[in-house]
């Protein structure tokens, strides 16, 4: 059921949409999940200290998985650029009157003077059995968090998210990963701490195991110190289609932040990107990939 080529201690407002169409092949339908499609809406481009975005899901689809990208954000010049803008919100929402994917980020506990944008993508279908699940935290003041969600028996899991409620840009997901039968994610308060209160919420898209299922985690070992870092990986087999993302910081509990995570036009590649917190980190670091890969 599961390939695995790499494998990490992973556990411890809108404007535009773009649709893209990656369905099966004519004479591989009958062994292929339905089509699927990825919608992406942005915010503008400014100062804003919080920014949030819908990607919504075309009508009679429902929500699978999502992303979401911070263009601008960083302070520095790479090899040594740092993280200014965090991911708060990666949620795949469910409503009788429309699916969509909302994301959010904040500028860090001491601001940012510069300009940037949040993009997101949800990616959105019919496969069968859908459920959506969701684990909240406790409210609290700890320096770190974790939730995860299991899926019902017989469901495997295809979409995973997070979301801080609190933080006030103090507290930013570190992870939101999944495997086979279940997804996680993992927040922590910056280096700096935060006296209030917060809690995380892990979510959980689940549905029949459509045909090729994996979770995988390819191997992009770059073994250095530099800042930022993307990635840009894809399924094993390139015929098949990416229906779900996630990305960890490699276990650096705060001092690496997730920037970016999302799936390709085309559903055939996902990128990934982080940066170093301000205080930097002099050791080399990698991010960890998750990817939802089906025929």
């Not at 390939?3 to 407002?13: F, G, H, I, K, Y």
């Not at 965090?86 to 506990?109: I, K, Q």
């Not at 409210?139 to 979301?163: E, F, Y």
């Amino acid at each position: 059921m599961k390939r695995r080529t790499a494998v990490r201690a992973a556990l411890a407002v809108c404007a535009t949409i773009g649709l893209t169409l990656a369905g099966p092949v004519a004479d591989a339908a009958a062994r292929s999940a339905p089509p699927v499609v990825r919608v992406s809406a942005q915010t503008g481009k400014d100062s804003a200290k919080a920014k949030s975005a819908r990607a919504r899901c075309p009508h009679g689809t429902r929500v699978i998985s999502g992303g979401a990208s911070i263009e601008g954000g960083t302070a520095g010049q790479a090899p040594n650029a740092t993280a200014q803008v965090v991911l708060t919100r990666l949620e795949p929402v469910a409503h009788g009157s429309g699916h969509y994917f909302e994301a959010a980020a904040h500028e860090d506990f001491n601001g940012f003077g510069g300009q940037w944008r949040l993009k997101v993508y949800a990616v959105c279908g019919k496969l069968p059995g859908l459920v959506y699940l969701r684990q909240p935290g406790t409210p609290g003041s700890p320096p770190s968090d974790a939730q995860t969600v299991n899926c019902p028996a017989g469901k495997v899991a295809l979409g995973t998210g997070g979301r801080i409620e609190g933080g006030d840009g103090k507290v930013f997901l570190t992870e939101v990963g999944l495997q086979d039968a279940f997804t996680f994610a993992n927040a922590y308060e910056a280096e700096g701490g935060f006296a209030g209160r917060w809690r995380v919420t892990a979510f959980a898209v689940c549905g029949d195991q459509p045909p090729g299922y994996a979770v995988e985690m390819p191997a992009q070992v770059q073994g250095n110190s530099a800042s930022p870092k993307s990635t840009l990986v894809a399924c094993p087999n390139p015929a098949q289609r990416i229906v779900g993302t996630g990305v960890g910081n490699g276990g650096q509990q705060n001092q690496v932040i997730p920037m970016a995570v999302f799936p390709s036009a085309g559903l055939n590649e996902a990128t990934t990107r982080a940066a170093e917190d301000e205080t930097g980190l002099a050791g080399p670091w990698d991010t960890d990939q998750f990817l939802v890969c089906v025929d």
